[in-house]
């Protein structure tokens, strides 16, 4: 348990902000499954001022996700610190995050996300500007650095400290390495010593012994779960639970994870249309699937569904189909 600014955290376990997943249904679901805070994706400072619909939704935030974190990014200044303005009067978020991780050319080339990296004094600056204009907490999400010869990871969350944040989110990669090589835990564990806010620890997290590992050896507050915990929230259950009672979970039964996925795909249908919700339920679908044996043919399936009856359907034969398998297994056996 730890606090960022005066917002209080559960427990140490943290869902990373992810791009185009972590939307109010993807995120409720995950807290249902116990994270002590919930990300939300990204959304760019000047839609928000532009008023874009779609941005506006993903402003939506569901009273029971909190203590919630929305992220914005931006390259200007003023455009940032009026976004931020908007986010603290107008949603019910408990904590602003900046992007200063997102590594895609489309964001880094607008002078947003990762590309700040380079420049401990610019992100002093905007940082502070930020701070100075919200009442909620401010943190920061970035990674080590842009790459190999440009790692100012401790002089960033430095200047994150100095201008106010209240956390600092790390991922232990370069911009230039995306999401391939190795998470450096050594350089989280530079940051931790080198400030005195909390740091989340983000990267390489893919078990719940590898998020007691990262606690143990980096001495971060909390750790950050991302691409684990898709299709995959009770690999959040299972850390949360490891790291208070020393117990590992067992992993669920497809039965269960089907109907997490049916319960997933119910809210996303009631935050967006039906038609849209089956489709981009296709890839969690594909992400809940994954590990079970025999999925190809389901997966195939539900990637030309529309419907939810449609969709539906074919998980509870998929489910039905297993089951028999094993029934018939056990009895040979």
Not at 125 to 136: G, P, Q, R
Not at 146 to 161: G, P, S, T
Request: glycine share 8%; proline share 3%; hydrophobic share 40%.
């Amino acid at each position: 348990m730890f606090n960022i600014g005066d917002i209080q955290l559960k427990n140490r376990v943290v869902l990373a902000p992810m791009a185009g997943v972590c939307n109010a249904a993807f995120r409720l679901t995950v807290k249902e499954f116990g994270a002590g805070l919930v990300c939300a994706e990204m959304v760019s400072d000047k839609a928000i001022l532009l008023n874009n619909a779609r941005t506006m939704g993903m402003l939506y935030i569901d009273e029971r996700e909190k203590p919630l974190s929305l992220q914005i990014f931006g390259g200007e200044k003023d455009t940032l610190v009026e976004a931020a303005r908007f986010v603290d009067k107008n949603t019910t978020a408990d904590i602003i995050d900046i992007n200063m991780g997102c590594p895609v050319p489309k964001i880094t080339k607008c002078d947003a996300g990762a590309k700040w990296l380079l420049d401990p004094n610019k992100i002093y600056d905007m940082v502070s500007a930020v701070v100075e204009a919200v009442d909620k907490p401010v943190t920061v999400k970035m990674r080590m650095g842009w790459d190999d010869d440009h790692i100012y990871a401790v002089k960033n969350a430095q200047a994150i400290e100095r201008a106010g944040g209240k956390a600092v989110a790390l991922h232990g990669r370069t911009r230039v390495q995306m999401y391939e090589g190795t998470a450096n835990w050594d350089i989280i564990k530079e940051v931790k010593e080198a400030v005195n806010i909390p740091v989340i620890g983000n990267g390489d997290v893919t078990s719940p012994q590898d998020a007691k590992r990262m606690l143990e050896e980096t001495g971060v507050d909390g750790v950050m779960i991302g691409r684990a915990a898709l299709g995959n929230p009770w690999m959040i259950y299972r850390t949360v639970k490891y790291l208070e009672t020393g117990e590992l979970m067992d992993e669920p039964g497809v039965r269960e994870k089907m109907e997490v996925c049916k319960l997933h795909l119910d809210r996303l249908i009631e935050l967006k249309n039906e038609n849209i919700a089956v489709r981009e339920m296709r890839k969690h679908a594909a992400w809940y699937l994954k590990g079970i044996r025999g999925n190809a043919t389901v997966r195939n399936g539900i990637n030309l569904t529309n419907t939810r009856d449609e969709f539906v359907t074919l998980v509870d034969e998929f489910v039905l189909e297993i089951e028999a398998k094993q029934e018939s297994a056990s009895q040979v056996g």
